[in-house]
């Protein structure tokens, strides 16, 4: 259900008005409840000092007696007589706790009953004050001092039935003014409100055109506070976003333009890459040829021999770096139609160390496998392929009798494969360029083992395609670490 927002800010005022005029009621009442028992207490301190003095003067004047006696003897009429001075019931108690005289006339009034005050008289019999409250009356006992320290206990009767009768009244009072207040209050913030909602109506109805594409021309509020400032702003966005818009319009045929010139610069580079890669194949052709020739009139058996195996090698790896440079340009050309299937990712890589064991046996390399059981959604050809160069990489670029390591586990809804080498590691100033096509680390090395710094641009490729990751992490000690992830498939 929709509220209005000058119903809620003139409930809140209510809800406010109700809690001040509770929280002032309650301290105002009990501030008074405690005054006026400070009061009764301050005087029956003073009926209890004039209690005293006219006990001790009756007991000097009189007949020598002990305490307890002249209590038995003279309790009676002593505390008639003290409640014609203090105006209050008096009972007079021995130090035995004992009544010894009251000038109560019959029993309890109507509905009061007697009160059970033995815990308040001990309290009192240890020379201390005590007093107890008990429907509409105050019970108030104290120490009645002899001539050689306390001999009983005088109890005075208060009745609180007045001053209850002022609290109700001021209760009363405060509830009767604070509801007038609170209605009043309610209906001038009801009609502050409904003002100020109405302009913050004006105000949604301006950002509502302005999401419209409607702007407005005008502040749709003119007030001097606020709510005003709050106008200007929205007429200030309004003529902001117009302005902006017709520069991001502006912008936008701009950018157009220059994707446009930028798809033609990247299909003429396509274009170039792959006129070099078939001018590339054109010499190859040429020095294959030459080293049939060779092969057929070898005059000098050594030079002969070593001419073979060096332009052919050489060949080798021309070739290899221009079929590289062909299928980089064919994966950024055209999209090609992928096999995706259903795949184990342990057996895969069982698979494919098992191919790469006898290559690595012959640089005397380990290869060791650490797979987790789990299944991805990928090409199973792409897959081999991107993990065949990397182990080829890490046998061409590792040391005699090193390592390698590859590892899989599941983690986060991915996939996550690392390959570790012991080889010679990548330089810092070489990890951001690594996946760069034509970037090699050592450029002999890579001349040597047939590297064409082809691999890892077109591994990325793959993976990427792949909807996966591939990441150089970093490897204290030496060596190479590759980590690539897959989305797992539950």
Not at 4 to 14: D, G, N, R, T, V
Not at 37 to 49: D, F, G, K, P
Not at 163 to 185: D, H, I, P
Request: charged content about 25%; aromatic content about 8%.
């Amino acid at each position: 259900m929709r509220i209005s927002i000058k119903l809620k800010f003139s409930l809140f005022l209510a809800v406010l008005l109700i809690l001040a005029v509770g929280v002032l009621s309650y301290f105002v009442l009990r501030g008074v409840e405690r005054n006026e028992l400070s009061q009764t207490e301050r005087i029956l301190a003073q009926h209890v000092t004039t209690v005293n003095l006219r006990v001790k003067q009756t007991y000097y004047t009189g007949a020598r007696l002990t305490p307890q006696a002249f209590m038995e003897q003279r309790g009676k009429a002593l505390a008639a007589e003290l409640a014609g001075f203090t105006g209050l019931e008096v009972t007079l108690y021995d130090s035995q706790g004992r009544q010894a005289g009251t000038s109560a006339q019959g029993g309890p009034g109507p509905g009061e009953g007697k009160p059970d005050l033995s815990t308040a008289l001990d309290y009192a019999l240890n020379n201390k004050v005590a007093y107890q409250s008990e429907g509409g009356r105050l019970f108030y006992l104290a120490p009645l001092q002899g001539p050689e320290g306390q001999m009983g206990v005088v109890q005075l009767q208060y009745s609180l039935e007045g001053a209850r009768s002022f609290q109700q009244t001021l209760l009363n009072l405060f509830l009767t003014t604070g509801g007038a207040v609170l209605v009043f209050s309610f209906i001038l913030g009801y009609l502050y409100f409904n003002r100020a909602a109405a302009a913050i109506g004006r105000l949604k109805k301006s950002a509502e055109d302005i999401r419209r594409a409607d702007y407005i021309t005008a502040p749709p509020v003119k007030r001097k506070d606020e709510l005003g400032e709050l106008a200007e702003g929205i007429y200030f966005m309004s003529r902001e976003i117009e302005r902006s818009i017709a520069a991001k319009d502006e912008e936008r045929r701009k950018l157009q333009l220059a994707v446009e010139k930028l798809q033609a610069l990247e299909q003429q580079q396509k274009q170039y890459i792959g006129n070099i890669s078939h001018e590339f194949k054109t010499p190859l052709t040429s020095i294959k040829a030459y080293v049939d020739l060779l092969n057929m009139y070898d005059d000098d058996p050594k030079l002969l021999h070593d001419a073979k195996l060096n332009i052919a090698k050489e060949t080798e790896r021309l070739y290899e770096m221009v079929e590289k440079v062909l299928q980089l340009t064919a994966l950024e050309k055209y999209d090609f139609e992928s096999q995706a299937e259903l795949l184990e990712v342990e057996s895969a890589l069982r698979d494919i160390c098992d191919r790469m064991r006898g290559k690595a046996a012959r640089y005397g390399l380990t290869v060791t496998l650490d797979a987790k059981p789990a299944h991805i959604w990928i090409d199973r050809e792409s897959f081999m392929h991107i993990f065949i160069n990397l182990l080829d990489n890490a046998i061409k670029y590792n040391v005699p009798e090193g390592s390698i390591r590859l590892h899989s586990e599941v983690r986060d809804q991915r996939v996550w494969i690392t390959v570790e080498d012991s080889g010679i590691g990548i330089p810092e100033d070489s990890r951001e360029k690594i996946f760069e096509p034509f970037y090699t680390v050592n450029r002999d090395r890579s001349r040597a083992s047939g590297g064409t710094g082809l691999g890892l641009s077109l591994v990325r490729n793959l993976v990427e395609k792949q909807n996966g990751t591939i990441a150089l992490l970093d490897r204290p000690g030496g060596g190479a670490a590759f980590a690539l992830s897959f989305p797992l498939v539950d």
